[in-house]
């Protein structure tokens, strides 16, 4: 790898191959920012890579914008799947981030755990979200 990548600066995200979570936090820990912006389709995610936005997140948020819902709780796992792939696919050097959806890790760190599972082997993510506080301890643990 690139002596950038290993120590990033202004252009050290910008120069590597693909974006990882150790890059980030390199570049927190140096005080240095990267981006982050929404993707839910191969298209913009590809233009957003293109542009070398450093993190795509498909959010559940796709409930409201994508599929015209009124709030982000129909959001199923099987459509997240579909955007974060199609996301993903596009994406060559971004981090891809899925959102896991309300519902698909709340009863368990075993459920969370497989949702996860699913949104790395099916979509091809990098990383997955979830909300939630201390509570969800044992399931980032899990994970």
Not at 25 to 52: C, H, N, P, W
Not at 65 to 68: N, S, Y
Not at 131 to 140: L, M, S
């Given at each position: 790898m690139p002596a950038a990548a290993a120590q990033p600066s202004a252009q050290g995200l910008q120069a590597m191959a693909r974006?990882?979570?150790?890059?980030?936090?390199?570049?927190?820990?140096?005080?240095?920012?990267?981006?982050?912006?929404?993707?839910?389709?191969?298209?913009?995610?590809?233009?957003?890579?293109?542009?070398?936005i450093d993190t795509l997140l498909v959010g559940d948020s796709a409930g409201s914008?994508?599929?015209?819902q009124s709030s982000t709780l129909p959001v199923t796992l099987e459509q997240m799947i579909m955007l974060s792939a199609a996301v993903s696919r596009s994406a060559r050097r971004a981090l891809v981030i899925a959102d896991l959806p309300f519902g698909s890790y709340e009863l368990s760190a075993?459920?969370?755990?497989?949702?996860?599972?699913?949104?790395?082997?099916?979509?091809?993510v990098h990383a997955v979200k979830m909300?939630?506080?201390?509570?969800?301890?044992?399931?980032?643990r899990m994970m």
């Open positions: 974006v990882r979570t150790r890059h980030l936090q390199e570049a927190k820990d140096s005080g240095e920012r990267f981006t982050m912006l929404t993707a839910y389709d191969a298209m913009i995610a590809g233009v957003f890579d293109s542009a070398g914008t994508v599929f015209g075993e459920q969370g755990t497989e949702t996860a599972i699913r949104l790395v082997k099916e979509a091809g909300e939630g506080g201390a509570r969800y301890a044992d399931h980032i």
